[in-house]
């Protein structure tokens, strides 16, 4: 068995070279859907799983918070933005009473409207409820962002912008999408920033 540092020579390294493969341009088109939203006040939903639910949560107070700056007193446009993950209570009574591939799905009936934004995470891209989130979005006319890894799964071919994690271990893929997440955040920040300072 190797040791700790060797291990974590061998992830480092093997997450490199995921990074190295990244797909970098749906990132402008994530971008402009992001803004887009901002401008004509709509809303943002996030959502995934184990630990892309923490991702999906993350996610939310960065591009709640984190956009605004570190103290949050930036005189800029906020976005609008609900990480469906949080509400635990309306989870568990959808997966209770109805069926655990409902929990985002019928939350996002009752929120979204036509031209608001979903963000989807999942590494596989075929997570059940990720999926019926996304058919629902479809049919609300909600723009989808997909945020998968392995070969895209069901996601990526749905997604009007899908941007797929070129691994397929769980681990880097889900490092990867946290990474995404201050690449934009960070990103906005600056832009919004740069306008507004001058």
Not at 43 to 48: C, D
Not at 91 to 105: L, R, V
Not at 111 to 121: E, M, P, S, T, Y
Not at 132 to 140: D, G, H, M, R, S
Request: proline share 4%; charged share 20%.
């Amino acid at each position: 068995m190797k040791t700790a540092s060797d291990f974590a020579k061998d992830y480092l390294g093997g997450l490199k070279d995921v990074l190295d493969r990244l797909p970098l341009k749906p990132i402008d088109e994530i971008i402009r859907a992001i803004e887009q939203a901002r401008d004509e006040g709509r809303q943002i939903f996030v959502i995934g799983n184990g630990g892309s639910a923490a991702t999906a949560s993350h996610m939310m107070n960065d591009l709640c918070k984190g956009t605004l700056g570190h103290k949050g007193d930036a005189p800029w446009p906020r976005l609008r933005v609900i990480a469906l993950t949080d509400n635990v209570s309306l989870m568990t009574a959808w997966a209770n009473d109805t069926d655990f591939n409902h929990i985002f799905s019928e939350p996002l009936k009752n929120l979204a409207q036509r031209g608001d934004v979903l963000v989807a995470i999942s590494a596989s891209g075929n997570s059940p409820n990720i999926i019926a989130a996304v058919e629902a979005a479809k049919q609300i006319g909600v723009t989808v962002l997909g945020l998968a890894g392995f070969t895209g799964g069901k996601l990526s071919k749905m997604a009007d912008v899908s941007l797929v994690v070129p691994s397929d271990g769980y681990g880097p893929v889900e490092d990867v999408h946290m990474i995404l997440d201050h690449i934009i955040t960070s990103y906005l920040y600056e832009k919004l920033k740069a306008t507004y300072s001058r």
